[in-house]
T-cell receptor, first 115, second 114 residues
Framework: DQQVKQNSPSLSVQEGRISILNCDYT??????FLWYKKYPAEGPTFLISISSIKDKNEDGRFTVFLNKSAKHLSLHIVPSQPGDSAVYFC??????????????FGKGITLSVRP | KAGVTQTPRYLIKTRGQQVTLSCSPI?????VSWYQQTPGQGLQFLFEYFSETQRNKGNFPGRFSGRQFSNSRSEMNVSTLELGDSALYLC?????????????FGAGTRLSVL
């Protein structure tokens, strides 16, 4: 049972345009949603997160939107840069003691930003 | 501040052997989590240790075990290796339960089982 789903395996966008990465979840008990970025031969790097009590969080070029009724979140990257090309993972954590140290990941989406 | 360090970076083992992977968390971080990444299953949670105690466990067989030392360093052991255990094993640390799920990952150990 996949609780966090990233249904598109890849996305290609032109440099300077917006990248929109989508993620769906099934467990309404998740407390935090996070996006991680991964380059080959490196571990995932934390990018941005959002609490379940908010619907938007912004950090520079990155904005995450949360729609709890639809159990859907998205990551917007504006403007997209070639250095953003990587695999992006959506992840979620629960609210019980120690739950923040157990992340449930989607399978990732490969973003390619064309110069 | 040094990041999460995992050793070794690469390992080649044969079926039936056992393996031990090591993880040094960021200084001051008390929680260490382990994940397995495979092409088919993605990133899956193995277990989490906090103050030398296993606090969370994922859906993996008992061949997968771990421990944490008083200095927060952690080891993961896989016994009786199977071909399907070939994967990237990632360790992550977090400073506290108030970190909102933010974890800091090491570069991983690539295990190949022949």
């Amino acid at each position: 049972d996949q609780q966090v789903k990233q249904n598109s395996p890849s996305l290609s966008v032109q440099e300077g345009r917006i990248s929109i990465l989508n993620c769906d979840y099934t467990n309404s008990m998740f407390d935090y949603f996070l996006w991680y970025k991964k380059y080959p031969a490196e571990g995932p790097t934390f990018l941005i997160s959002i609490s379940s009590i908010k619907d938007k969080n912004e950090d520079g070029r990155f904005t995450v939107f949360l729609n709890k009724s639809a159990k859907h979140l998205s990551l917007h990257i504006v403007p997209s840069q070639p250095g953003d090309s990587a695999v992006y993972f959506c992840a979620a954590s629960g609210h019980y003691t120690g739950a923040n140290s157990k992340l449930t990941f989607g399978k990732g989406i490969t973003l390619s930003v064309r110069p | 501040k040094a990041g999460v360090t995992q050793t070794p970076r690469y390992l080649i083992k044969t079926r039936g052997q056992q393996v031990t992977l090591s993880c040094s968390p960021i200084s001051g971080h008390r929680s260490v989590s382990w994940y397995q990444q495979t092409p088919g299953q993605g990133l899956q949670f193995l277990f989490e240790y906090f103050s030398e105690t296993q606090r969370n466990k994922g859906n993996f067989p008992g061949r997968f075990s771990g421990r944490q030392f008083s200095n927060s360093r952690s080891e993961m052991n896989v016994s009786t290796l199977e071909l399907g255990d070939s994967a990237l094993y990632l360790c992550a640390s977090s400073p506290s339960d108030l970190s909102g799920g933010i974890q800091y990952f090491g570069a991983g150990t690539r295990l190949s089982v022949l």
